[in-house]
């Protein structure tokens, strides 16, 4: 700009001379000569004066200076960093400090602040544990799957209503194949009315669980049907005497499922260290199923479920209703059903049947 600034100037200069030398000269023929050198002064004075106020006038360049912009979000986290090095014993100053960084997405550095100030609380502090999982799953995902989903449900077992941390660790939950548990999480957290842009994210994640959880029922209730067909029935008594309750039958009326599951001898070598998962499903209605609880696989054992084990609030099964219960030895430790995973199902009647005899007898096609 003060190039061409100065081009003009030289320029207006230019045309000023040369008006003005035919004026000196037609000013020194004439009689009254003394005007004329005036003349050729206002002359180029108005030309000079004149064409710089309404260039700048009429230009578009913003000739007058703006104010000073504020502090850029650079400036002012190194400027909190750099107090910080004069108060290291700031916890909330690290807990701001990586927060700041992950904005900026300087990842390392987010890391060290949170790590400083997990460090300062002695490993005490929720948020500190959440910023440290938070950059190490935005570094790389896997990561839930090892330190960030362990400091997740550290984080969760001192902020229990923590949103951040009950977000990841839904995340968590459902990376390990433990749905009910993702789907409890994400349930919670939408009930602490989530902001509107997050909302929609948790109900789709809850959208995808059910339909995981369906899928499975889907396919262990087709896996039933055709291996029921070419496996003989089990012996319905148990083959020794049940292992203590898990949990007691519920009291005061509420509606229970009570099985004694057992598993078949031919499949002794399949359960391992295996989860074993027990349904209680509605077998007219497919969907999730109304309660479910993921145990040891150890054997015999008796299961109780009530109300309070529903997966979705307000959808549990009730005195009277007739009912499916499903255990099943999750082998890759996922909820969701697959192939060669033992199995077994009986019908139960909610209010009728007491204890029933479950027992594990084939596996999924």
């Known amino acids: 700009m003060l190039t061409f600034v100065l081009l003009a100037a ?15 000269k037609s000013g020194a023929a004439a009689e009254a000569a003394a005007p004329a050198p005036w003349a050729a002064l206002a002359t180029t004075a108005l030309l000079v004066i004149g064409s710089a106020v309404l260039y700048v006038t009429w230009s578009n360049w913003p000739w007058r200076s703006e104010s000073a912009p504020a502090d850029s979000p ?3 986290v190194a400027r909190l960093a750099r107090e910080l090095e004069h108060d ?4 909330e100053g690290w807990l701001m400090l990586g927060h700041s960084y992950i904005a900026l997405q300087e990842y390392p ?5 949170y790590e400083r100030a997990d460090r300062l609380s002695d490993g005490k502090n929720a948020e500190a544990l959440t910023g440290e999982a938070e950059v190490l799953a935005l570094t790389d995902e896997s990561e839930l799957n090892g330190r960030a989903g362990r400091l997740i449900e550290r984080a969760l077992a001192l902020a229990p209503d923590s949103g951040k941390a009950l977000f990841f660790g839904g995340a968590v939950a459902a990376r390990r194949g433990d749905l009910p548990l993702a789907r409890a999480r994400f349930v919670k957290l939408l009930g602490m009315d989530p902001p509107p842009n997050v909302r929609p994210l948790i109900e789709q994640q809850i959208n995808a669980i059910d ?6 029922a889907a396919a262990r209730a087709a896996g039933t049907s055709v291996a029921s067909a070419k496996t003989p029935a089990a012996p319905a008594k148990a083959a020794g005497p049940p292992a203590e309750a898990p949990a007691t039958a519920p009291s005061g009326g509420e509606a229970f499922v009570r099985v004694n599951v057992t598993l078949a001898p031919s499949l002794a070598a399949a359960a391992g260290s295996s989860p074993l998962f027990v349904f209680v499903r509605d077998p007219g209605h ?5 309660a479910v609880k993921r145990l040891e696989s150890r054997f015999p054992q008796t299961v109780s479920l009530a109300a309070s084990d529903a997966m979705i609030p307000g959808r549990a099964f009730t005195s009277g209703q007739s009912v499916e219960v499903v255990a099943r030895i999750a082998r890759s430790g996922n909820p969701v059903g697959a192939s060669g995973d033992p199995l077994g199902e009986v019908s139960y009647r909610v209010g009728r049947d007491e204890l029933v005899s479950l027992v594990i007898d084939h596996v999924m096609p």
């Open 10 to 24: 030289a320029l207006t200069v230019a045309g000023a001379i040369a008006v003005a030398i035919p004026l000196l």
């Open 74 to 76: 650079q400036s002012m």
């Open 88 to 91: 290291p014993q700031n916890l």
């Open 109 to 113: 550095l987010a890391l060290r602040a």
């Open 211 to 216: 339909a995981q959880l369906a899928g499975g």
């Open 286 to 290: 497919p969907g999730p199923p109304l």
